[in-house]
């Protein structure tokens, strides 16, 4: 377990707050396994969550959990990235491992962000092209078989966070369970399984998605969404929000949804 820096970097909880709204609390961000699953600059979500709890004058506390480690004793919001299916096999036993305490902590409404590889292991089962099924944690109810034809372009999603953008690159095709919630509406791009219209699943504060960008930076709402439950999770109170300048991210994300929605 290692709290920040992350990968050598300069410590994020180095960002200074807001003038006026420090020590709100502190926020406990696990990063699950990000030697393994972050190979698509998913490791910007955990950035961008660490950077922006900071400015909105809590602070920050970034452990990266490996596997064979112990998992964090303080857990108050929870993300994972996208991996080659290496990366997954070498997770999956400490998945296991993990898998009561996250339940738990799913239990107790700690958000979560699952991106790619780490929302399909977050889902019942992962079929492989050759048949061979691998068993997930089940929190979500999502069923991912394995194709050779990958689902990769720009996306827009409809969601409750308004419209949200990220970059798909998945060859698995994930289907909902009858009860399962998506996490929004494709406007554009191919989603869940390019066949629905869903992309990702939602169960409580749990979102899983196959959006890279990575997602969070370009999608403000939903970063401070995470944050808000994180927040009310670690202070027992409602979440105190500071005064933030997304213009830049506005911009670039209403860009894109201009590009691709007619």
């Keep these: 377990m290692t709290d920040v820096p992350i ?31 972050s190979i698509y600059g ?11 709890i900071r400015r909105h004058g ?7 959990h490996h596997p064979g480690q112990p998992f964090p004793e303080q857990a108050h919001l929870v993300v ?9 096999v070498r997770v999956e036993a400490d998945l296991e491992v993990i898998a009561d305490r996250l339940r738990d902590l799913v239990a107790a409404d700690v958000p979560m962000l699952m991106i ?40 827009v999603l409809q969601t409750e966070f308004g419209d949200v953008v990220g970059y798909e690159n998945h060859s698995g095709s994930t289907t909902l369970g009858a009860g399962q919630a ?9 989603g869940n ?16 998605s196959y959006l890279h960008g990575p997602i969070l930076p370009a999608n403000p709402r939903l970063a401070d969404a995470l944050i808000g439950w994180a927040a009310e999770v670690a202070t027992g109170r409602p979440f ?18 201009r590009r691709l929605v007619s």
């Design 7 to 37: 990968l050598g970097e300069p410590p994020e909880s180095a960002l200074p707050a807001e003038p006026g709204h420090e020590g709100k609390g502190e926020i406990h961000v696990v990063h699950l396994y990000p030697r393994e699953m």
């Design 42 to 52: 998913d490791l910007g979500n955990t950035r961008c969550l660490a950077a922006r």
């Design 58 to 64: 809590y602070t920050p506390v970034v452990h990266q």
């Design 80 to 88: 994972g990235g996208g991996g080659q299916d290496s990366g997954q």
């Design 116 to 155: 790619c590889g780490m929302y399909q292991l977050f889902g019942n089962a992962f079929i492989t092209v050759e048949g061979k099924r691998l068993p997930g944690l089940g929190i979500l109810d999502v069923t991912t078989q394995g194709n050779e034809k990958r689902m990769i372009g720009p996306v």
């Design 182 to 190: 998506p996490f929004g509406t494709v406007r554009s791009g191919l």
């Design 193 to 208: 399984n390019g066949e629905d219209g869903t992309e990702g699943a939602r169960l409580r504060h749990v979102v899983g």
């Design 240 to 257: 105190e929000a500071g005064t933030l300048d997304d213009a830049i991210a506005d911009e670039a994300r209403n860009r894109q949804v």
